[in-house]
């Protein structure tokens, strides 16, 4: 049966993957301004109406629309997404060289999060209606409240500014370089999942096998890592696959506010360039990351969870 649902998602993604790929060719061809124009103007150059009718018969703009789209996809299919007009590069080539800088920011703000909110969670969930859960509750509140550039350039001005810690700017993927732009990327995931181990805990508890095993005198700190704790998290699976797809696809605003070297930064420098093969390189690599990652959290809830397996 397992083998069955990754064959029918795998179709799925193929399908999703026309779908998109389609769209976005769309979009890009029925954008306004030419793109052998585009190309020559990333270049700095000032093209006669011989060049441009030149490039324009080379690129196969003279073709049908789905006749090119036709010819992109054949390409993609080769590993071949075009070349950028802005980089003079292969676009498979620039998604790879900023695929790991992204990574790297992905995984340690996930870390940081799951190290905050996980705790955080617990001892509000625990302490509910006291001291503890108000302040945490306040803290989450403010921490989801507070826009993303915003909490960038306050921790730039303390950390960078002030206290001269950091580099201001990523110019490179290095260890002290992600970790500004990591930390701006957790507080705000670790204040909305903080809210969401709490909610998830608090349910748990209320749940009858709970109130049967308190009933036997089994003790609390038990109960609540052996059996709540583990329940608690399933919910979560689902949210932290969509997280890390999201961080995997680029996160355009605090990559910006840093110049950190991602596909965020690459997404947004391909769109003010009119850059359209790295668009539609850029678009169909997030789409398969997200696909991918749900494929994965699937996977995850039928190896966490029995139910999930029993009911195929």
Known sequence: MLKKM??????????????????TFLLTYLAPGDPAEAMY???????TEEQLNTARLSMGLDKPFIVQYGRWVT???RGDLGTSFSKSLPVATLIGQRLLP????AVFSMAIMLVVSIPLGLLSATHQD???DYLIRFLSFFGISMPGFWLGLLLMYVFCVRLHWLPAVSASS?????????????????SKYTRQVRASVLEELSQDYVIGAR?????????????????ALLPLITLLGISFGSLLGGTSIVEIVFAYPGLGNLAVQSVSARDYPLIQGVVLWVAMIYMAVNLVVDLTYDLVDPRIREAR
């Open 6 to 23: 990754i064959l029918k998602r795998l179709l799925q993604m193929i399908v999703v993957l026309i779908i998109i790929s389609f769209l």
């Open 41 to 47: 103007e990333a270049a700095g150059i000032s093209p």
């Open 75 to 77: 390409h993609a299919l």
């Open 102 to 105: 992204t990574l790297k920011i």
């Open 130 to 132: 006291g001291v503890w």
């Open 174 to 190: 290095g260890f002290r370089e992600m970790i500004l732009p990591s930390v701006t990327l957790a507080i705000a995931m670790s």
């Open 215 to 231: 009933a036997r005198g089994v003790r609390r700190s038990r109960i609540l890592w052996r059996h709540v704790f583990k329940n």
